[in-house]
């Protein structure tokens, strides 16, 4: 069982780069996904998460019109594209998966990290001003 997050990169501020974050070893269709960030010497917080079938979203006030999150079942992949990136996006990003056993409808955004059952590894972002 695995999250293989990638993407990062180092890029100058008002640029844009697009994370993926790709399943392997059980059924992404069955959890929501979230993207969280660990900016230095802060904590984790959530970013943006999407339901198990990719119908509904949710943003952090401080990328709403900015990040874009979907994702593709078929190819076991999930994204975050970040655009008009700011130096304070600077962090590690890491996706997370969260087990749902309800549809869609009857699903609520949230990002308690207890409430994940895997977790990516990270991949870096800077965001040059």
């Known amino acids: 069982v695995q999250l293989q997050a990638s993407g990062g990169g180092f890029v100058q501020a008002g640029g844009s780069l697009r994370l993926s974050c790709e399943a392997s070893?059980?059924?992404?269709?069955?959890?929501?996904i979230g993207w969280f960030r660990q900016a230095p010497g802060k904590e984790r917080e959530g970013v943006s998460c999407?339901?198990?079938?990719?119908?509904?979203?949710y943003y952090e006030d401080s990328v709403k019109g900015r990040f874009y999150i979907s994702r593709d079942n078929t190819k076991k992949t999930a994204y975050l594209e970040m655009n008009s990136l700011k130096p304070e996006d600077t962090a590690v990003y890491y996706c997370?998966?969260?087990?749902?056993?309800?549809?869609?409808?009857?699903?609520?955004?949230?990002?308690?990290?207890?409430?994940?059952?895997?977790w990516g590894q990270g991949t870096l972002v800077t965001v040059s001003s």
């Open positions: 999407i339901s198990s079938s990719g119908s509904k979203t």
């Open positions: 070893g059980f059924i992404l269709n069955y959890y929501a």
């Open positions: 997370a998966a969260q087990r749902t056993f309800y549809s869609d409808s009857e699903w609520t955004p949230q990002f308690r990290e207890e409430e994940y059952d895997y």
